[in-house]
């Protein structure tokens, strides 16, 4: 009776295991829910034309070195420009209020981060205020497209050029 | 040699149809399918914890090492993730499950026919299709997934520990961009695949038990052909499912 009695106890373990495996799987793995774990910090906004593929969690970086994360990111229905919002950690509280953020790409193939570029003022960015300047990512695509039509341009005139 | 391969083949979906006719049956009476998922999971859970572990440190690594070349080292989280799901997960625990469980069901029930326990069953007029083959055929087919899906957690887990932790991969990139990548198929195409090899594994390890020669040497050879038939067929399944999965 007592082994019987481990037995089950044994297979409801293994059972509830699988299906709370399963239920993260299903559930937490696509999409977004997982929390990081929450940091003491303030958040402050940006509005950009352009977010790109920027992602909730992605980081915050000054000079390189992590100093918060993406919190969320919203539509402004009135200007048509992203709101994001920006977790930075409480221990970064010298940053001036008039530094400007950028979307950038991490490596080739990299996700994107938001870069702060230090200001020169001597308030300090706090909870709640908006970062004025900002640069929208940069559409790899489009990019391309000026480099070629700017390449094919010269090149017609060139051939003309032989042409003649 | 042709002849007995199809022999063979035609005998285990006979075989495959009077077991699923006995399912039903077996399942109006729990106790023993539960037994058996407890034989077959609850019993293998350290090993497929551990390989996990392992495979997921592993993959840790060598993603890293690769993905760094390209300086896109966030990716890590979703090639673990979508390798962990799609592939590892359900085809190595298929693997482990095979050697640890489906070598256990042959050799018991090889032994049981070796020692006219289930001859001893039929003259007494009790099935030993319900009441032996079936609920162990039950007990993998339902302990199967649950081992894949814990086998993914452990890895995802393995992986995050060496990219995030040892690595210094950015958390945020690597859960993000992972939750960002993977969308629910890939979770169906694991859990679809994890079914049908838990389906093939139990089914050659019960068939080659109740098949074997009622000898010592007939038992161990059997126990051998349960690994490597369920290996070999798992794999084809595979690249079937893949396949499939794939073309839609």
Redesign the interface.
């Known amino acids: 009776m007592k082994s019987q009695r481990s037995l089950e106890i044994g297979t409801g373990l293994f059972v509830l295991l699988g299906f709370a495996a399963l239920f993260f799987l299903t559930t937490q793995l696509p999409g977004s829910g997982l929390s990081l774990g929450e940091q003491a910090g303030y958040s402050v906004t940006a509005k950009f034309d352009n977010v790109g593929d920027l992602k909730v969690g992605s980081p915050v970086s000054m000079a390189g070195v992590r100093i918060g994360r993406v919190e969320a990111i919203r539509f402004d229905p009135t200007d048509y420009r992203a709101v994001v919002s920006l977790k930075v950690e409480s221990s970064f509280d010298r940053i001036p209020d008039d530094s400007d953020a950028s979307i950038q790409t991490q490596g080739l193939l990299g996700g994107k981060y938001v870069g702060i570029g230090p200001g020169g003022s001597e308030t300090f960015l706090k909870q709640g205020s908006q970062i004025e300047f900002t640069q929208s990512a940069i559409v790899l695509e489009s990019l391309v497209n000026k480099f070629f039509a700017n390449f094919a341009s010269k090149d017609a005139g060139t051939d003309t050029a032989k042409a003649e | 040699m042709i002849g007995a391969s199809l022999g063979r083949i035609g005998a285990v979906v006979l075989f495959l149809l009077r077991v699923l006719g006995q399912c039903l049956p077996a399942l109006a009476k729990p106790r023993a399918v ?2 058996q ?2 034989n077959a ?2 019993r293998s ?1 350290i090993i497929i914890m551990l390989c996990g572990l392992f495979v997921g440190m592993v993959l840790g690594l060598q993603g890293f090492d690769l993905l760094q070349r ?6 890590l989280g979703v090639a673990a ?1 979508l390798g962990f ?1 799609k592939e590892l997960g359900p085809v190595v625990t298929a693997l482990l499950f095979a050697g640890r469980a489906g070598t256990a069901l042959t050799s018991e029930i090889g032994l049981m026919r070796a020692t006219d326990q289930l001859t001893a069953m039929e003259m007494m007029a009790v099935d030993p299709l319900r009441h032996v083959i079936a609920p162990r055929f039950l007990g993998g087919v339902i ?1 199967m ?3 894949v ?2 086998f ?2 452990v890895g995802l887990f393995g992986a995050q520990l060496i990219g995030v932790q040892l690595m210094a991969v ?4 690597f ?6 990548a ?3 198929d ?2 169906y195409e ?2 679809v695949k994890s079914i049908c090899f838990g389906f093939a594994c139990s089914l050659i390890a019960v068939y080659e038990g109740y098949h074997a020669p009622p000898t010592a040497q007939g038992v161990g050879l059997a126990t051998t052909r349960t690994v490597v038939v369920s290996s070999v067929l798992v794999l084809l399944i595979d690249y079937m499912l893949t396949a499939a999965f794939l073309g839609r």
């Open positions: 539960i037994h998922i407890y999971g609850a859970l390209f300086g896109s080292e966030d990716a993730a799901l302990a997934p649950l081992l899906a814990i993914d957690i950015d958390p945020g990139a859960w993000s961009q992972m939750q960002a993977v969308e629910l890939d979770v694991g859990i």
